[in-house]
């Protein structure tokens, strides 16, 4: 959302087209907010759970604005690190579905719905998709960091002529 927010305002200001950027954000941020309604519905949090996910979002979500206002190409990496991350967390936990640490048990109707699941969906069919998820918003913002490169490499070459 900070980004997408911050790249409207950017295009707006410069009068020119976001390339895309806009859509491909909000489009990361309700992905990612589908991922959290999932796992609310699979894990049921408790009270103090769901309050450390709000602080937690009140922390993060200022911190990064102001990264993405002062440092965009590094905010962009710093999701892409994140995603990595996710991915990792998540392939260590289909592993321990595999090895019947946690049950298999049979996937939320958001999931199905959200990501055209068949109505036997598991916990591992869930968790495969949101890793794959996971797997293109880190490789997205990854490429996000390589086109401002490029931008900012452009923008050299031209002023330097």
């Keep these: 959302m900070v980004g997408g927010l911050w790249q409207h305002l950017h295009a707006l200001r410069l009068m020119r087209d976001d390339e895309g950027w806009i859509r491909t954000l909000l489009d990361e941020a309700e992905n990612e907010r589908m991922h959290l309604m999932t796992f609310i519905e699979i894990a049921q949090p408790s009270l103090i759970e769901r309050l450390i996910i709000m602080v937690t979002q009140l922390i993060f979500y200022n911190f990064y604005f102001f990264l993405y206002l002062l440092a965009p190409r590094t905010a962009h990496r710093v999701v892409a690190y994140f995603e990595e991350?996710?991915?990792?967390?998540?392939?260590?936990?289909?592993?321990?579905?595999?090895?019947?640490?946690y049950e298999n048990v049979a996937a939320p109707q958001i999931a199905i719905d959200y990501w055209g699941l068949n109505q036997q969906a598991t916990l591992r069919d869930t968790v495969m998709v949101i890793r794959a998820d996971e797997a293109e918003h880190r490789d997205v913002n990854h490429s996000f960091v390589d086109s401002l490169d490029a931008r900012q490499s452009k923008t050299r070459q031209t002023t330097s002529n």
Excluded: M, N, P
């Design 85 to 101: 991350e996710a991915v990792i967390s998540y392939t260590q936990f289909l592993k321990e579905i595999d090895e019947g640490h």
